[in-house]
């Protein structure tokens, strides 16, 4: 290299001269060369210095790099820099950054009437994870309508706000009271006041509301239960050629079927709750004396009735044209009902069953009762009710 260096000096030299002096075609003689020549040597020798001082202090330099970059962490030249997997911009937002390399940020932001749940920014960590959770723009804030009763807070969520509900609270939205509520049904229970619920008091935080048994509704009243007519309201099952009958808090379906014939004794049904004996042979004692009518009756009744009560009234009615018996009898035929209802009469043509005693639900009670006519002290004819009583459960 030095060579080449010389020798491209001396040809310089040389053209230096020739343009120089071009008036003399030859070259300068040897003492002017010599001169030349030892002007150049100290240039070099210059120029060699300062050439070494400037590659010692590139190697220094170059040494003091080598070592900074061998002291960085992860500078082992094998190993591939770490990356996070690709990031989308979120549905209705925008995502800033595009570099997935360790340290890198990536920032979200919504567009107008959009707001961001999650992370709005994220970095790269060096496991090759980002930092924070999935942004999302969500619109319209879900909290907007200030969902949170009772001091709750509204937080938002992925499409939906949640509310954190302050002490002795509770609920999506923080209406239920959680505090030791008073028991309105046990307080009143203890206090024999009045009775709260005709039938059943249910505690609610805060408050209490009644409950009725089923086939009952609740009166508007809110405490007062009343028996559902299911036979009025078709909300019975009754087969065809049975009859709904009404009771506290349910319905009976019934067929009452007449006596069965037996002798010269037959009957014949009239309508789905009365039979007709048929004509008796005139000289048939004990036809005569079998009930001419035989009538059905239901009666649905409380629990605890306060007694005597009036149950039901028989009573005669002369036919058109006939005058009608001028005396007539009562009583009780059929039925074990000793003590429990008596018979009697409360005007000339009427007689009224009464029960006496208090009857507590549900039972049902069967009693026959009969009216005799007699016209001049003469037995005429008899008439057979069978009454059913029906006692619910309850006393409503
Ligand atoms: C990556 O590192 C962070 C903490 O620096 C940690 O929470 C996260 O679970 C790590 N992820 C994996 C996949 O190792
Ligand atoms: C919550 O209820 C408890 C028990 O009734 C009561 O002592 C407490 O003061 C209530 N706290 C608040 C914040 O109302
Ligand atoms: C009517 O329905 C009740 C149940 O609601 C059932 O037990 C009964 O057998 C039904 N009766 C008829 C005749 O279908
Ligand atoms: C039925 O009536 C006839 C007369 O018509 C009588 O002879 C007969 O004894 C009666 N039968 C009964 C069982 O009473």
Known sequence: MALSFRRRCLLLLC??????????????????????????EKFLKGQELRFTEGLRIMKSKLATLQNSVSKLPQADQSAAPTTCPTLEAPAHGTKFGSKYFLGHEVHFTCFPGYHLVGS???????NGTWTGISAVCNDVSECASNPCQNGGTCVEGVNQYKCTCPQNWSGSHCQHQTQTDVNECEVYRLDRGGKLCAHE?????????????????????????????????????????TTCINTGGDFLCVNPECPASHGNISYVRTSPFQCERNPCP?????????????????????????????????????????????????????GNTRGIFVMQRSDRQTGELILVQ???????????????????????????????????????
């Open 120 to 126: 709005a920014t994220r970095v790269c960590r060096d």
């Open 282 to 334: 005139m000289d048939s004692r004990s036809c005569h004396l079998a009930p001419k009518t035989v009538s059905f009756h239901y009666l649905s009744l409380t629990s605890n009735l306060k007694t005597p009560a009036t149950l039901f009234r028989m009573a005669t009615a002369a036919a058109p044209g006939r005058t009608g018996p001028d005396s007539l009898r009562f009583g009780i035929v059929g």
């Open 15 to 40: 053209l230096t001269a020739v343009h120089s002096d071009a008036a003399v075609q030859t070259c300068m003689d040897k003492h002017q060369v010599v001169g030349v020549l030892r002007q150049m």
């Open 201 to 241: 008091c249910v505690n609610v935080p805060g408050s209490y509301h009644c409950a009725c048994p089923s086939g009952y509704k609740l009166l508007p009243d809110g405490r007062s239960c009343e028996d559902v007519d299911e036979c009025l309201t078709q909300q019975h099952n009754c087969s065809r050629g």
């Open 358 to 396: 208090q009857l507590r639900g549900p039972q049902e009670i069967s009693v026959d009762v009969d009216m005799s006519e007699y016209s001049e002290r003469t037995f005429q004819a008899k008439h057979v009710a069978r009454v059913n009583v029906l006692v619910s459960p309850y006393g409503f």
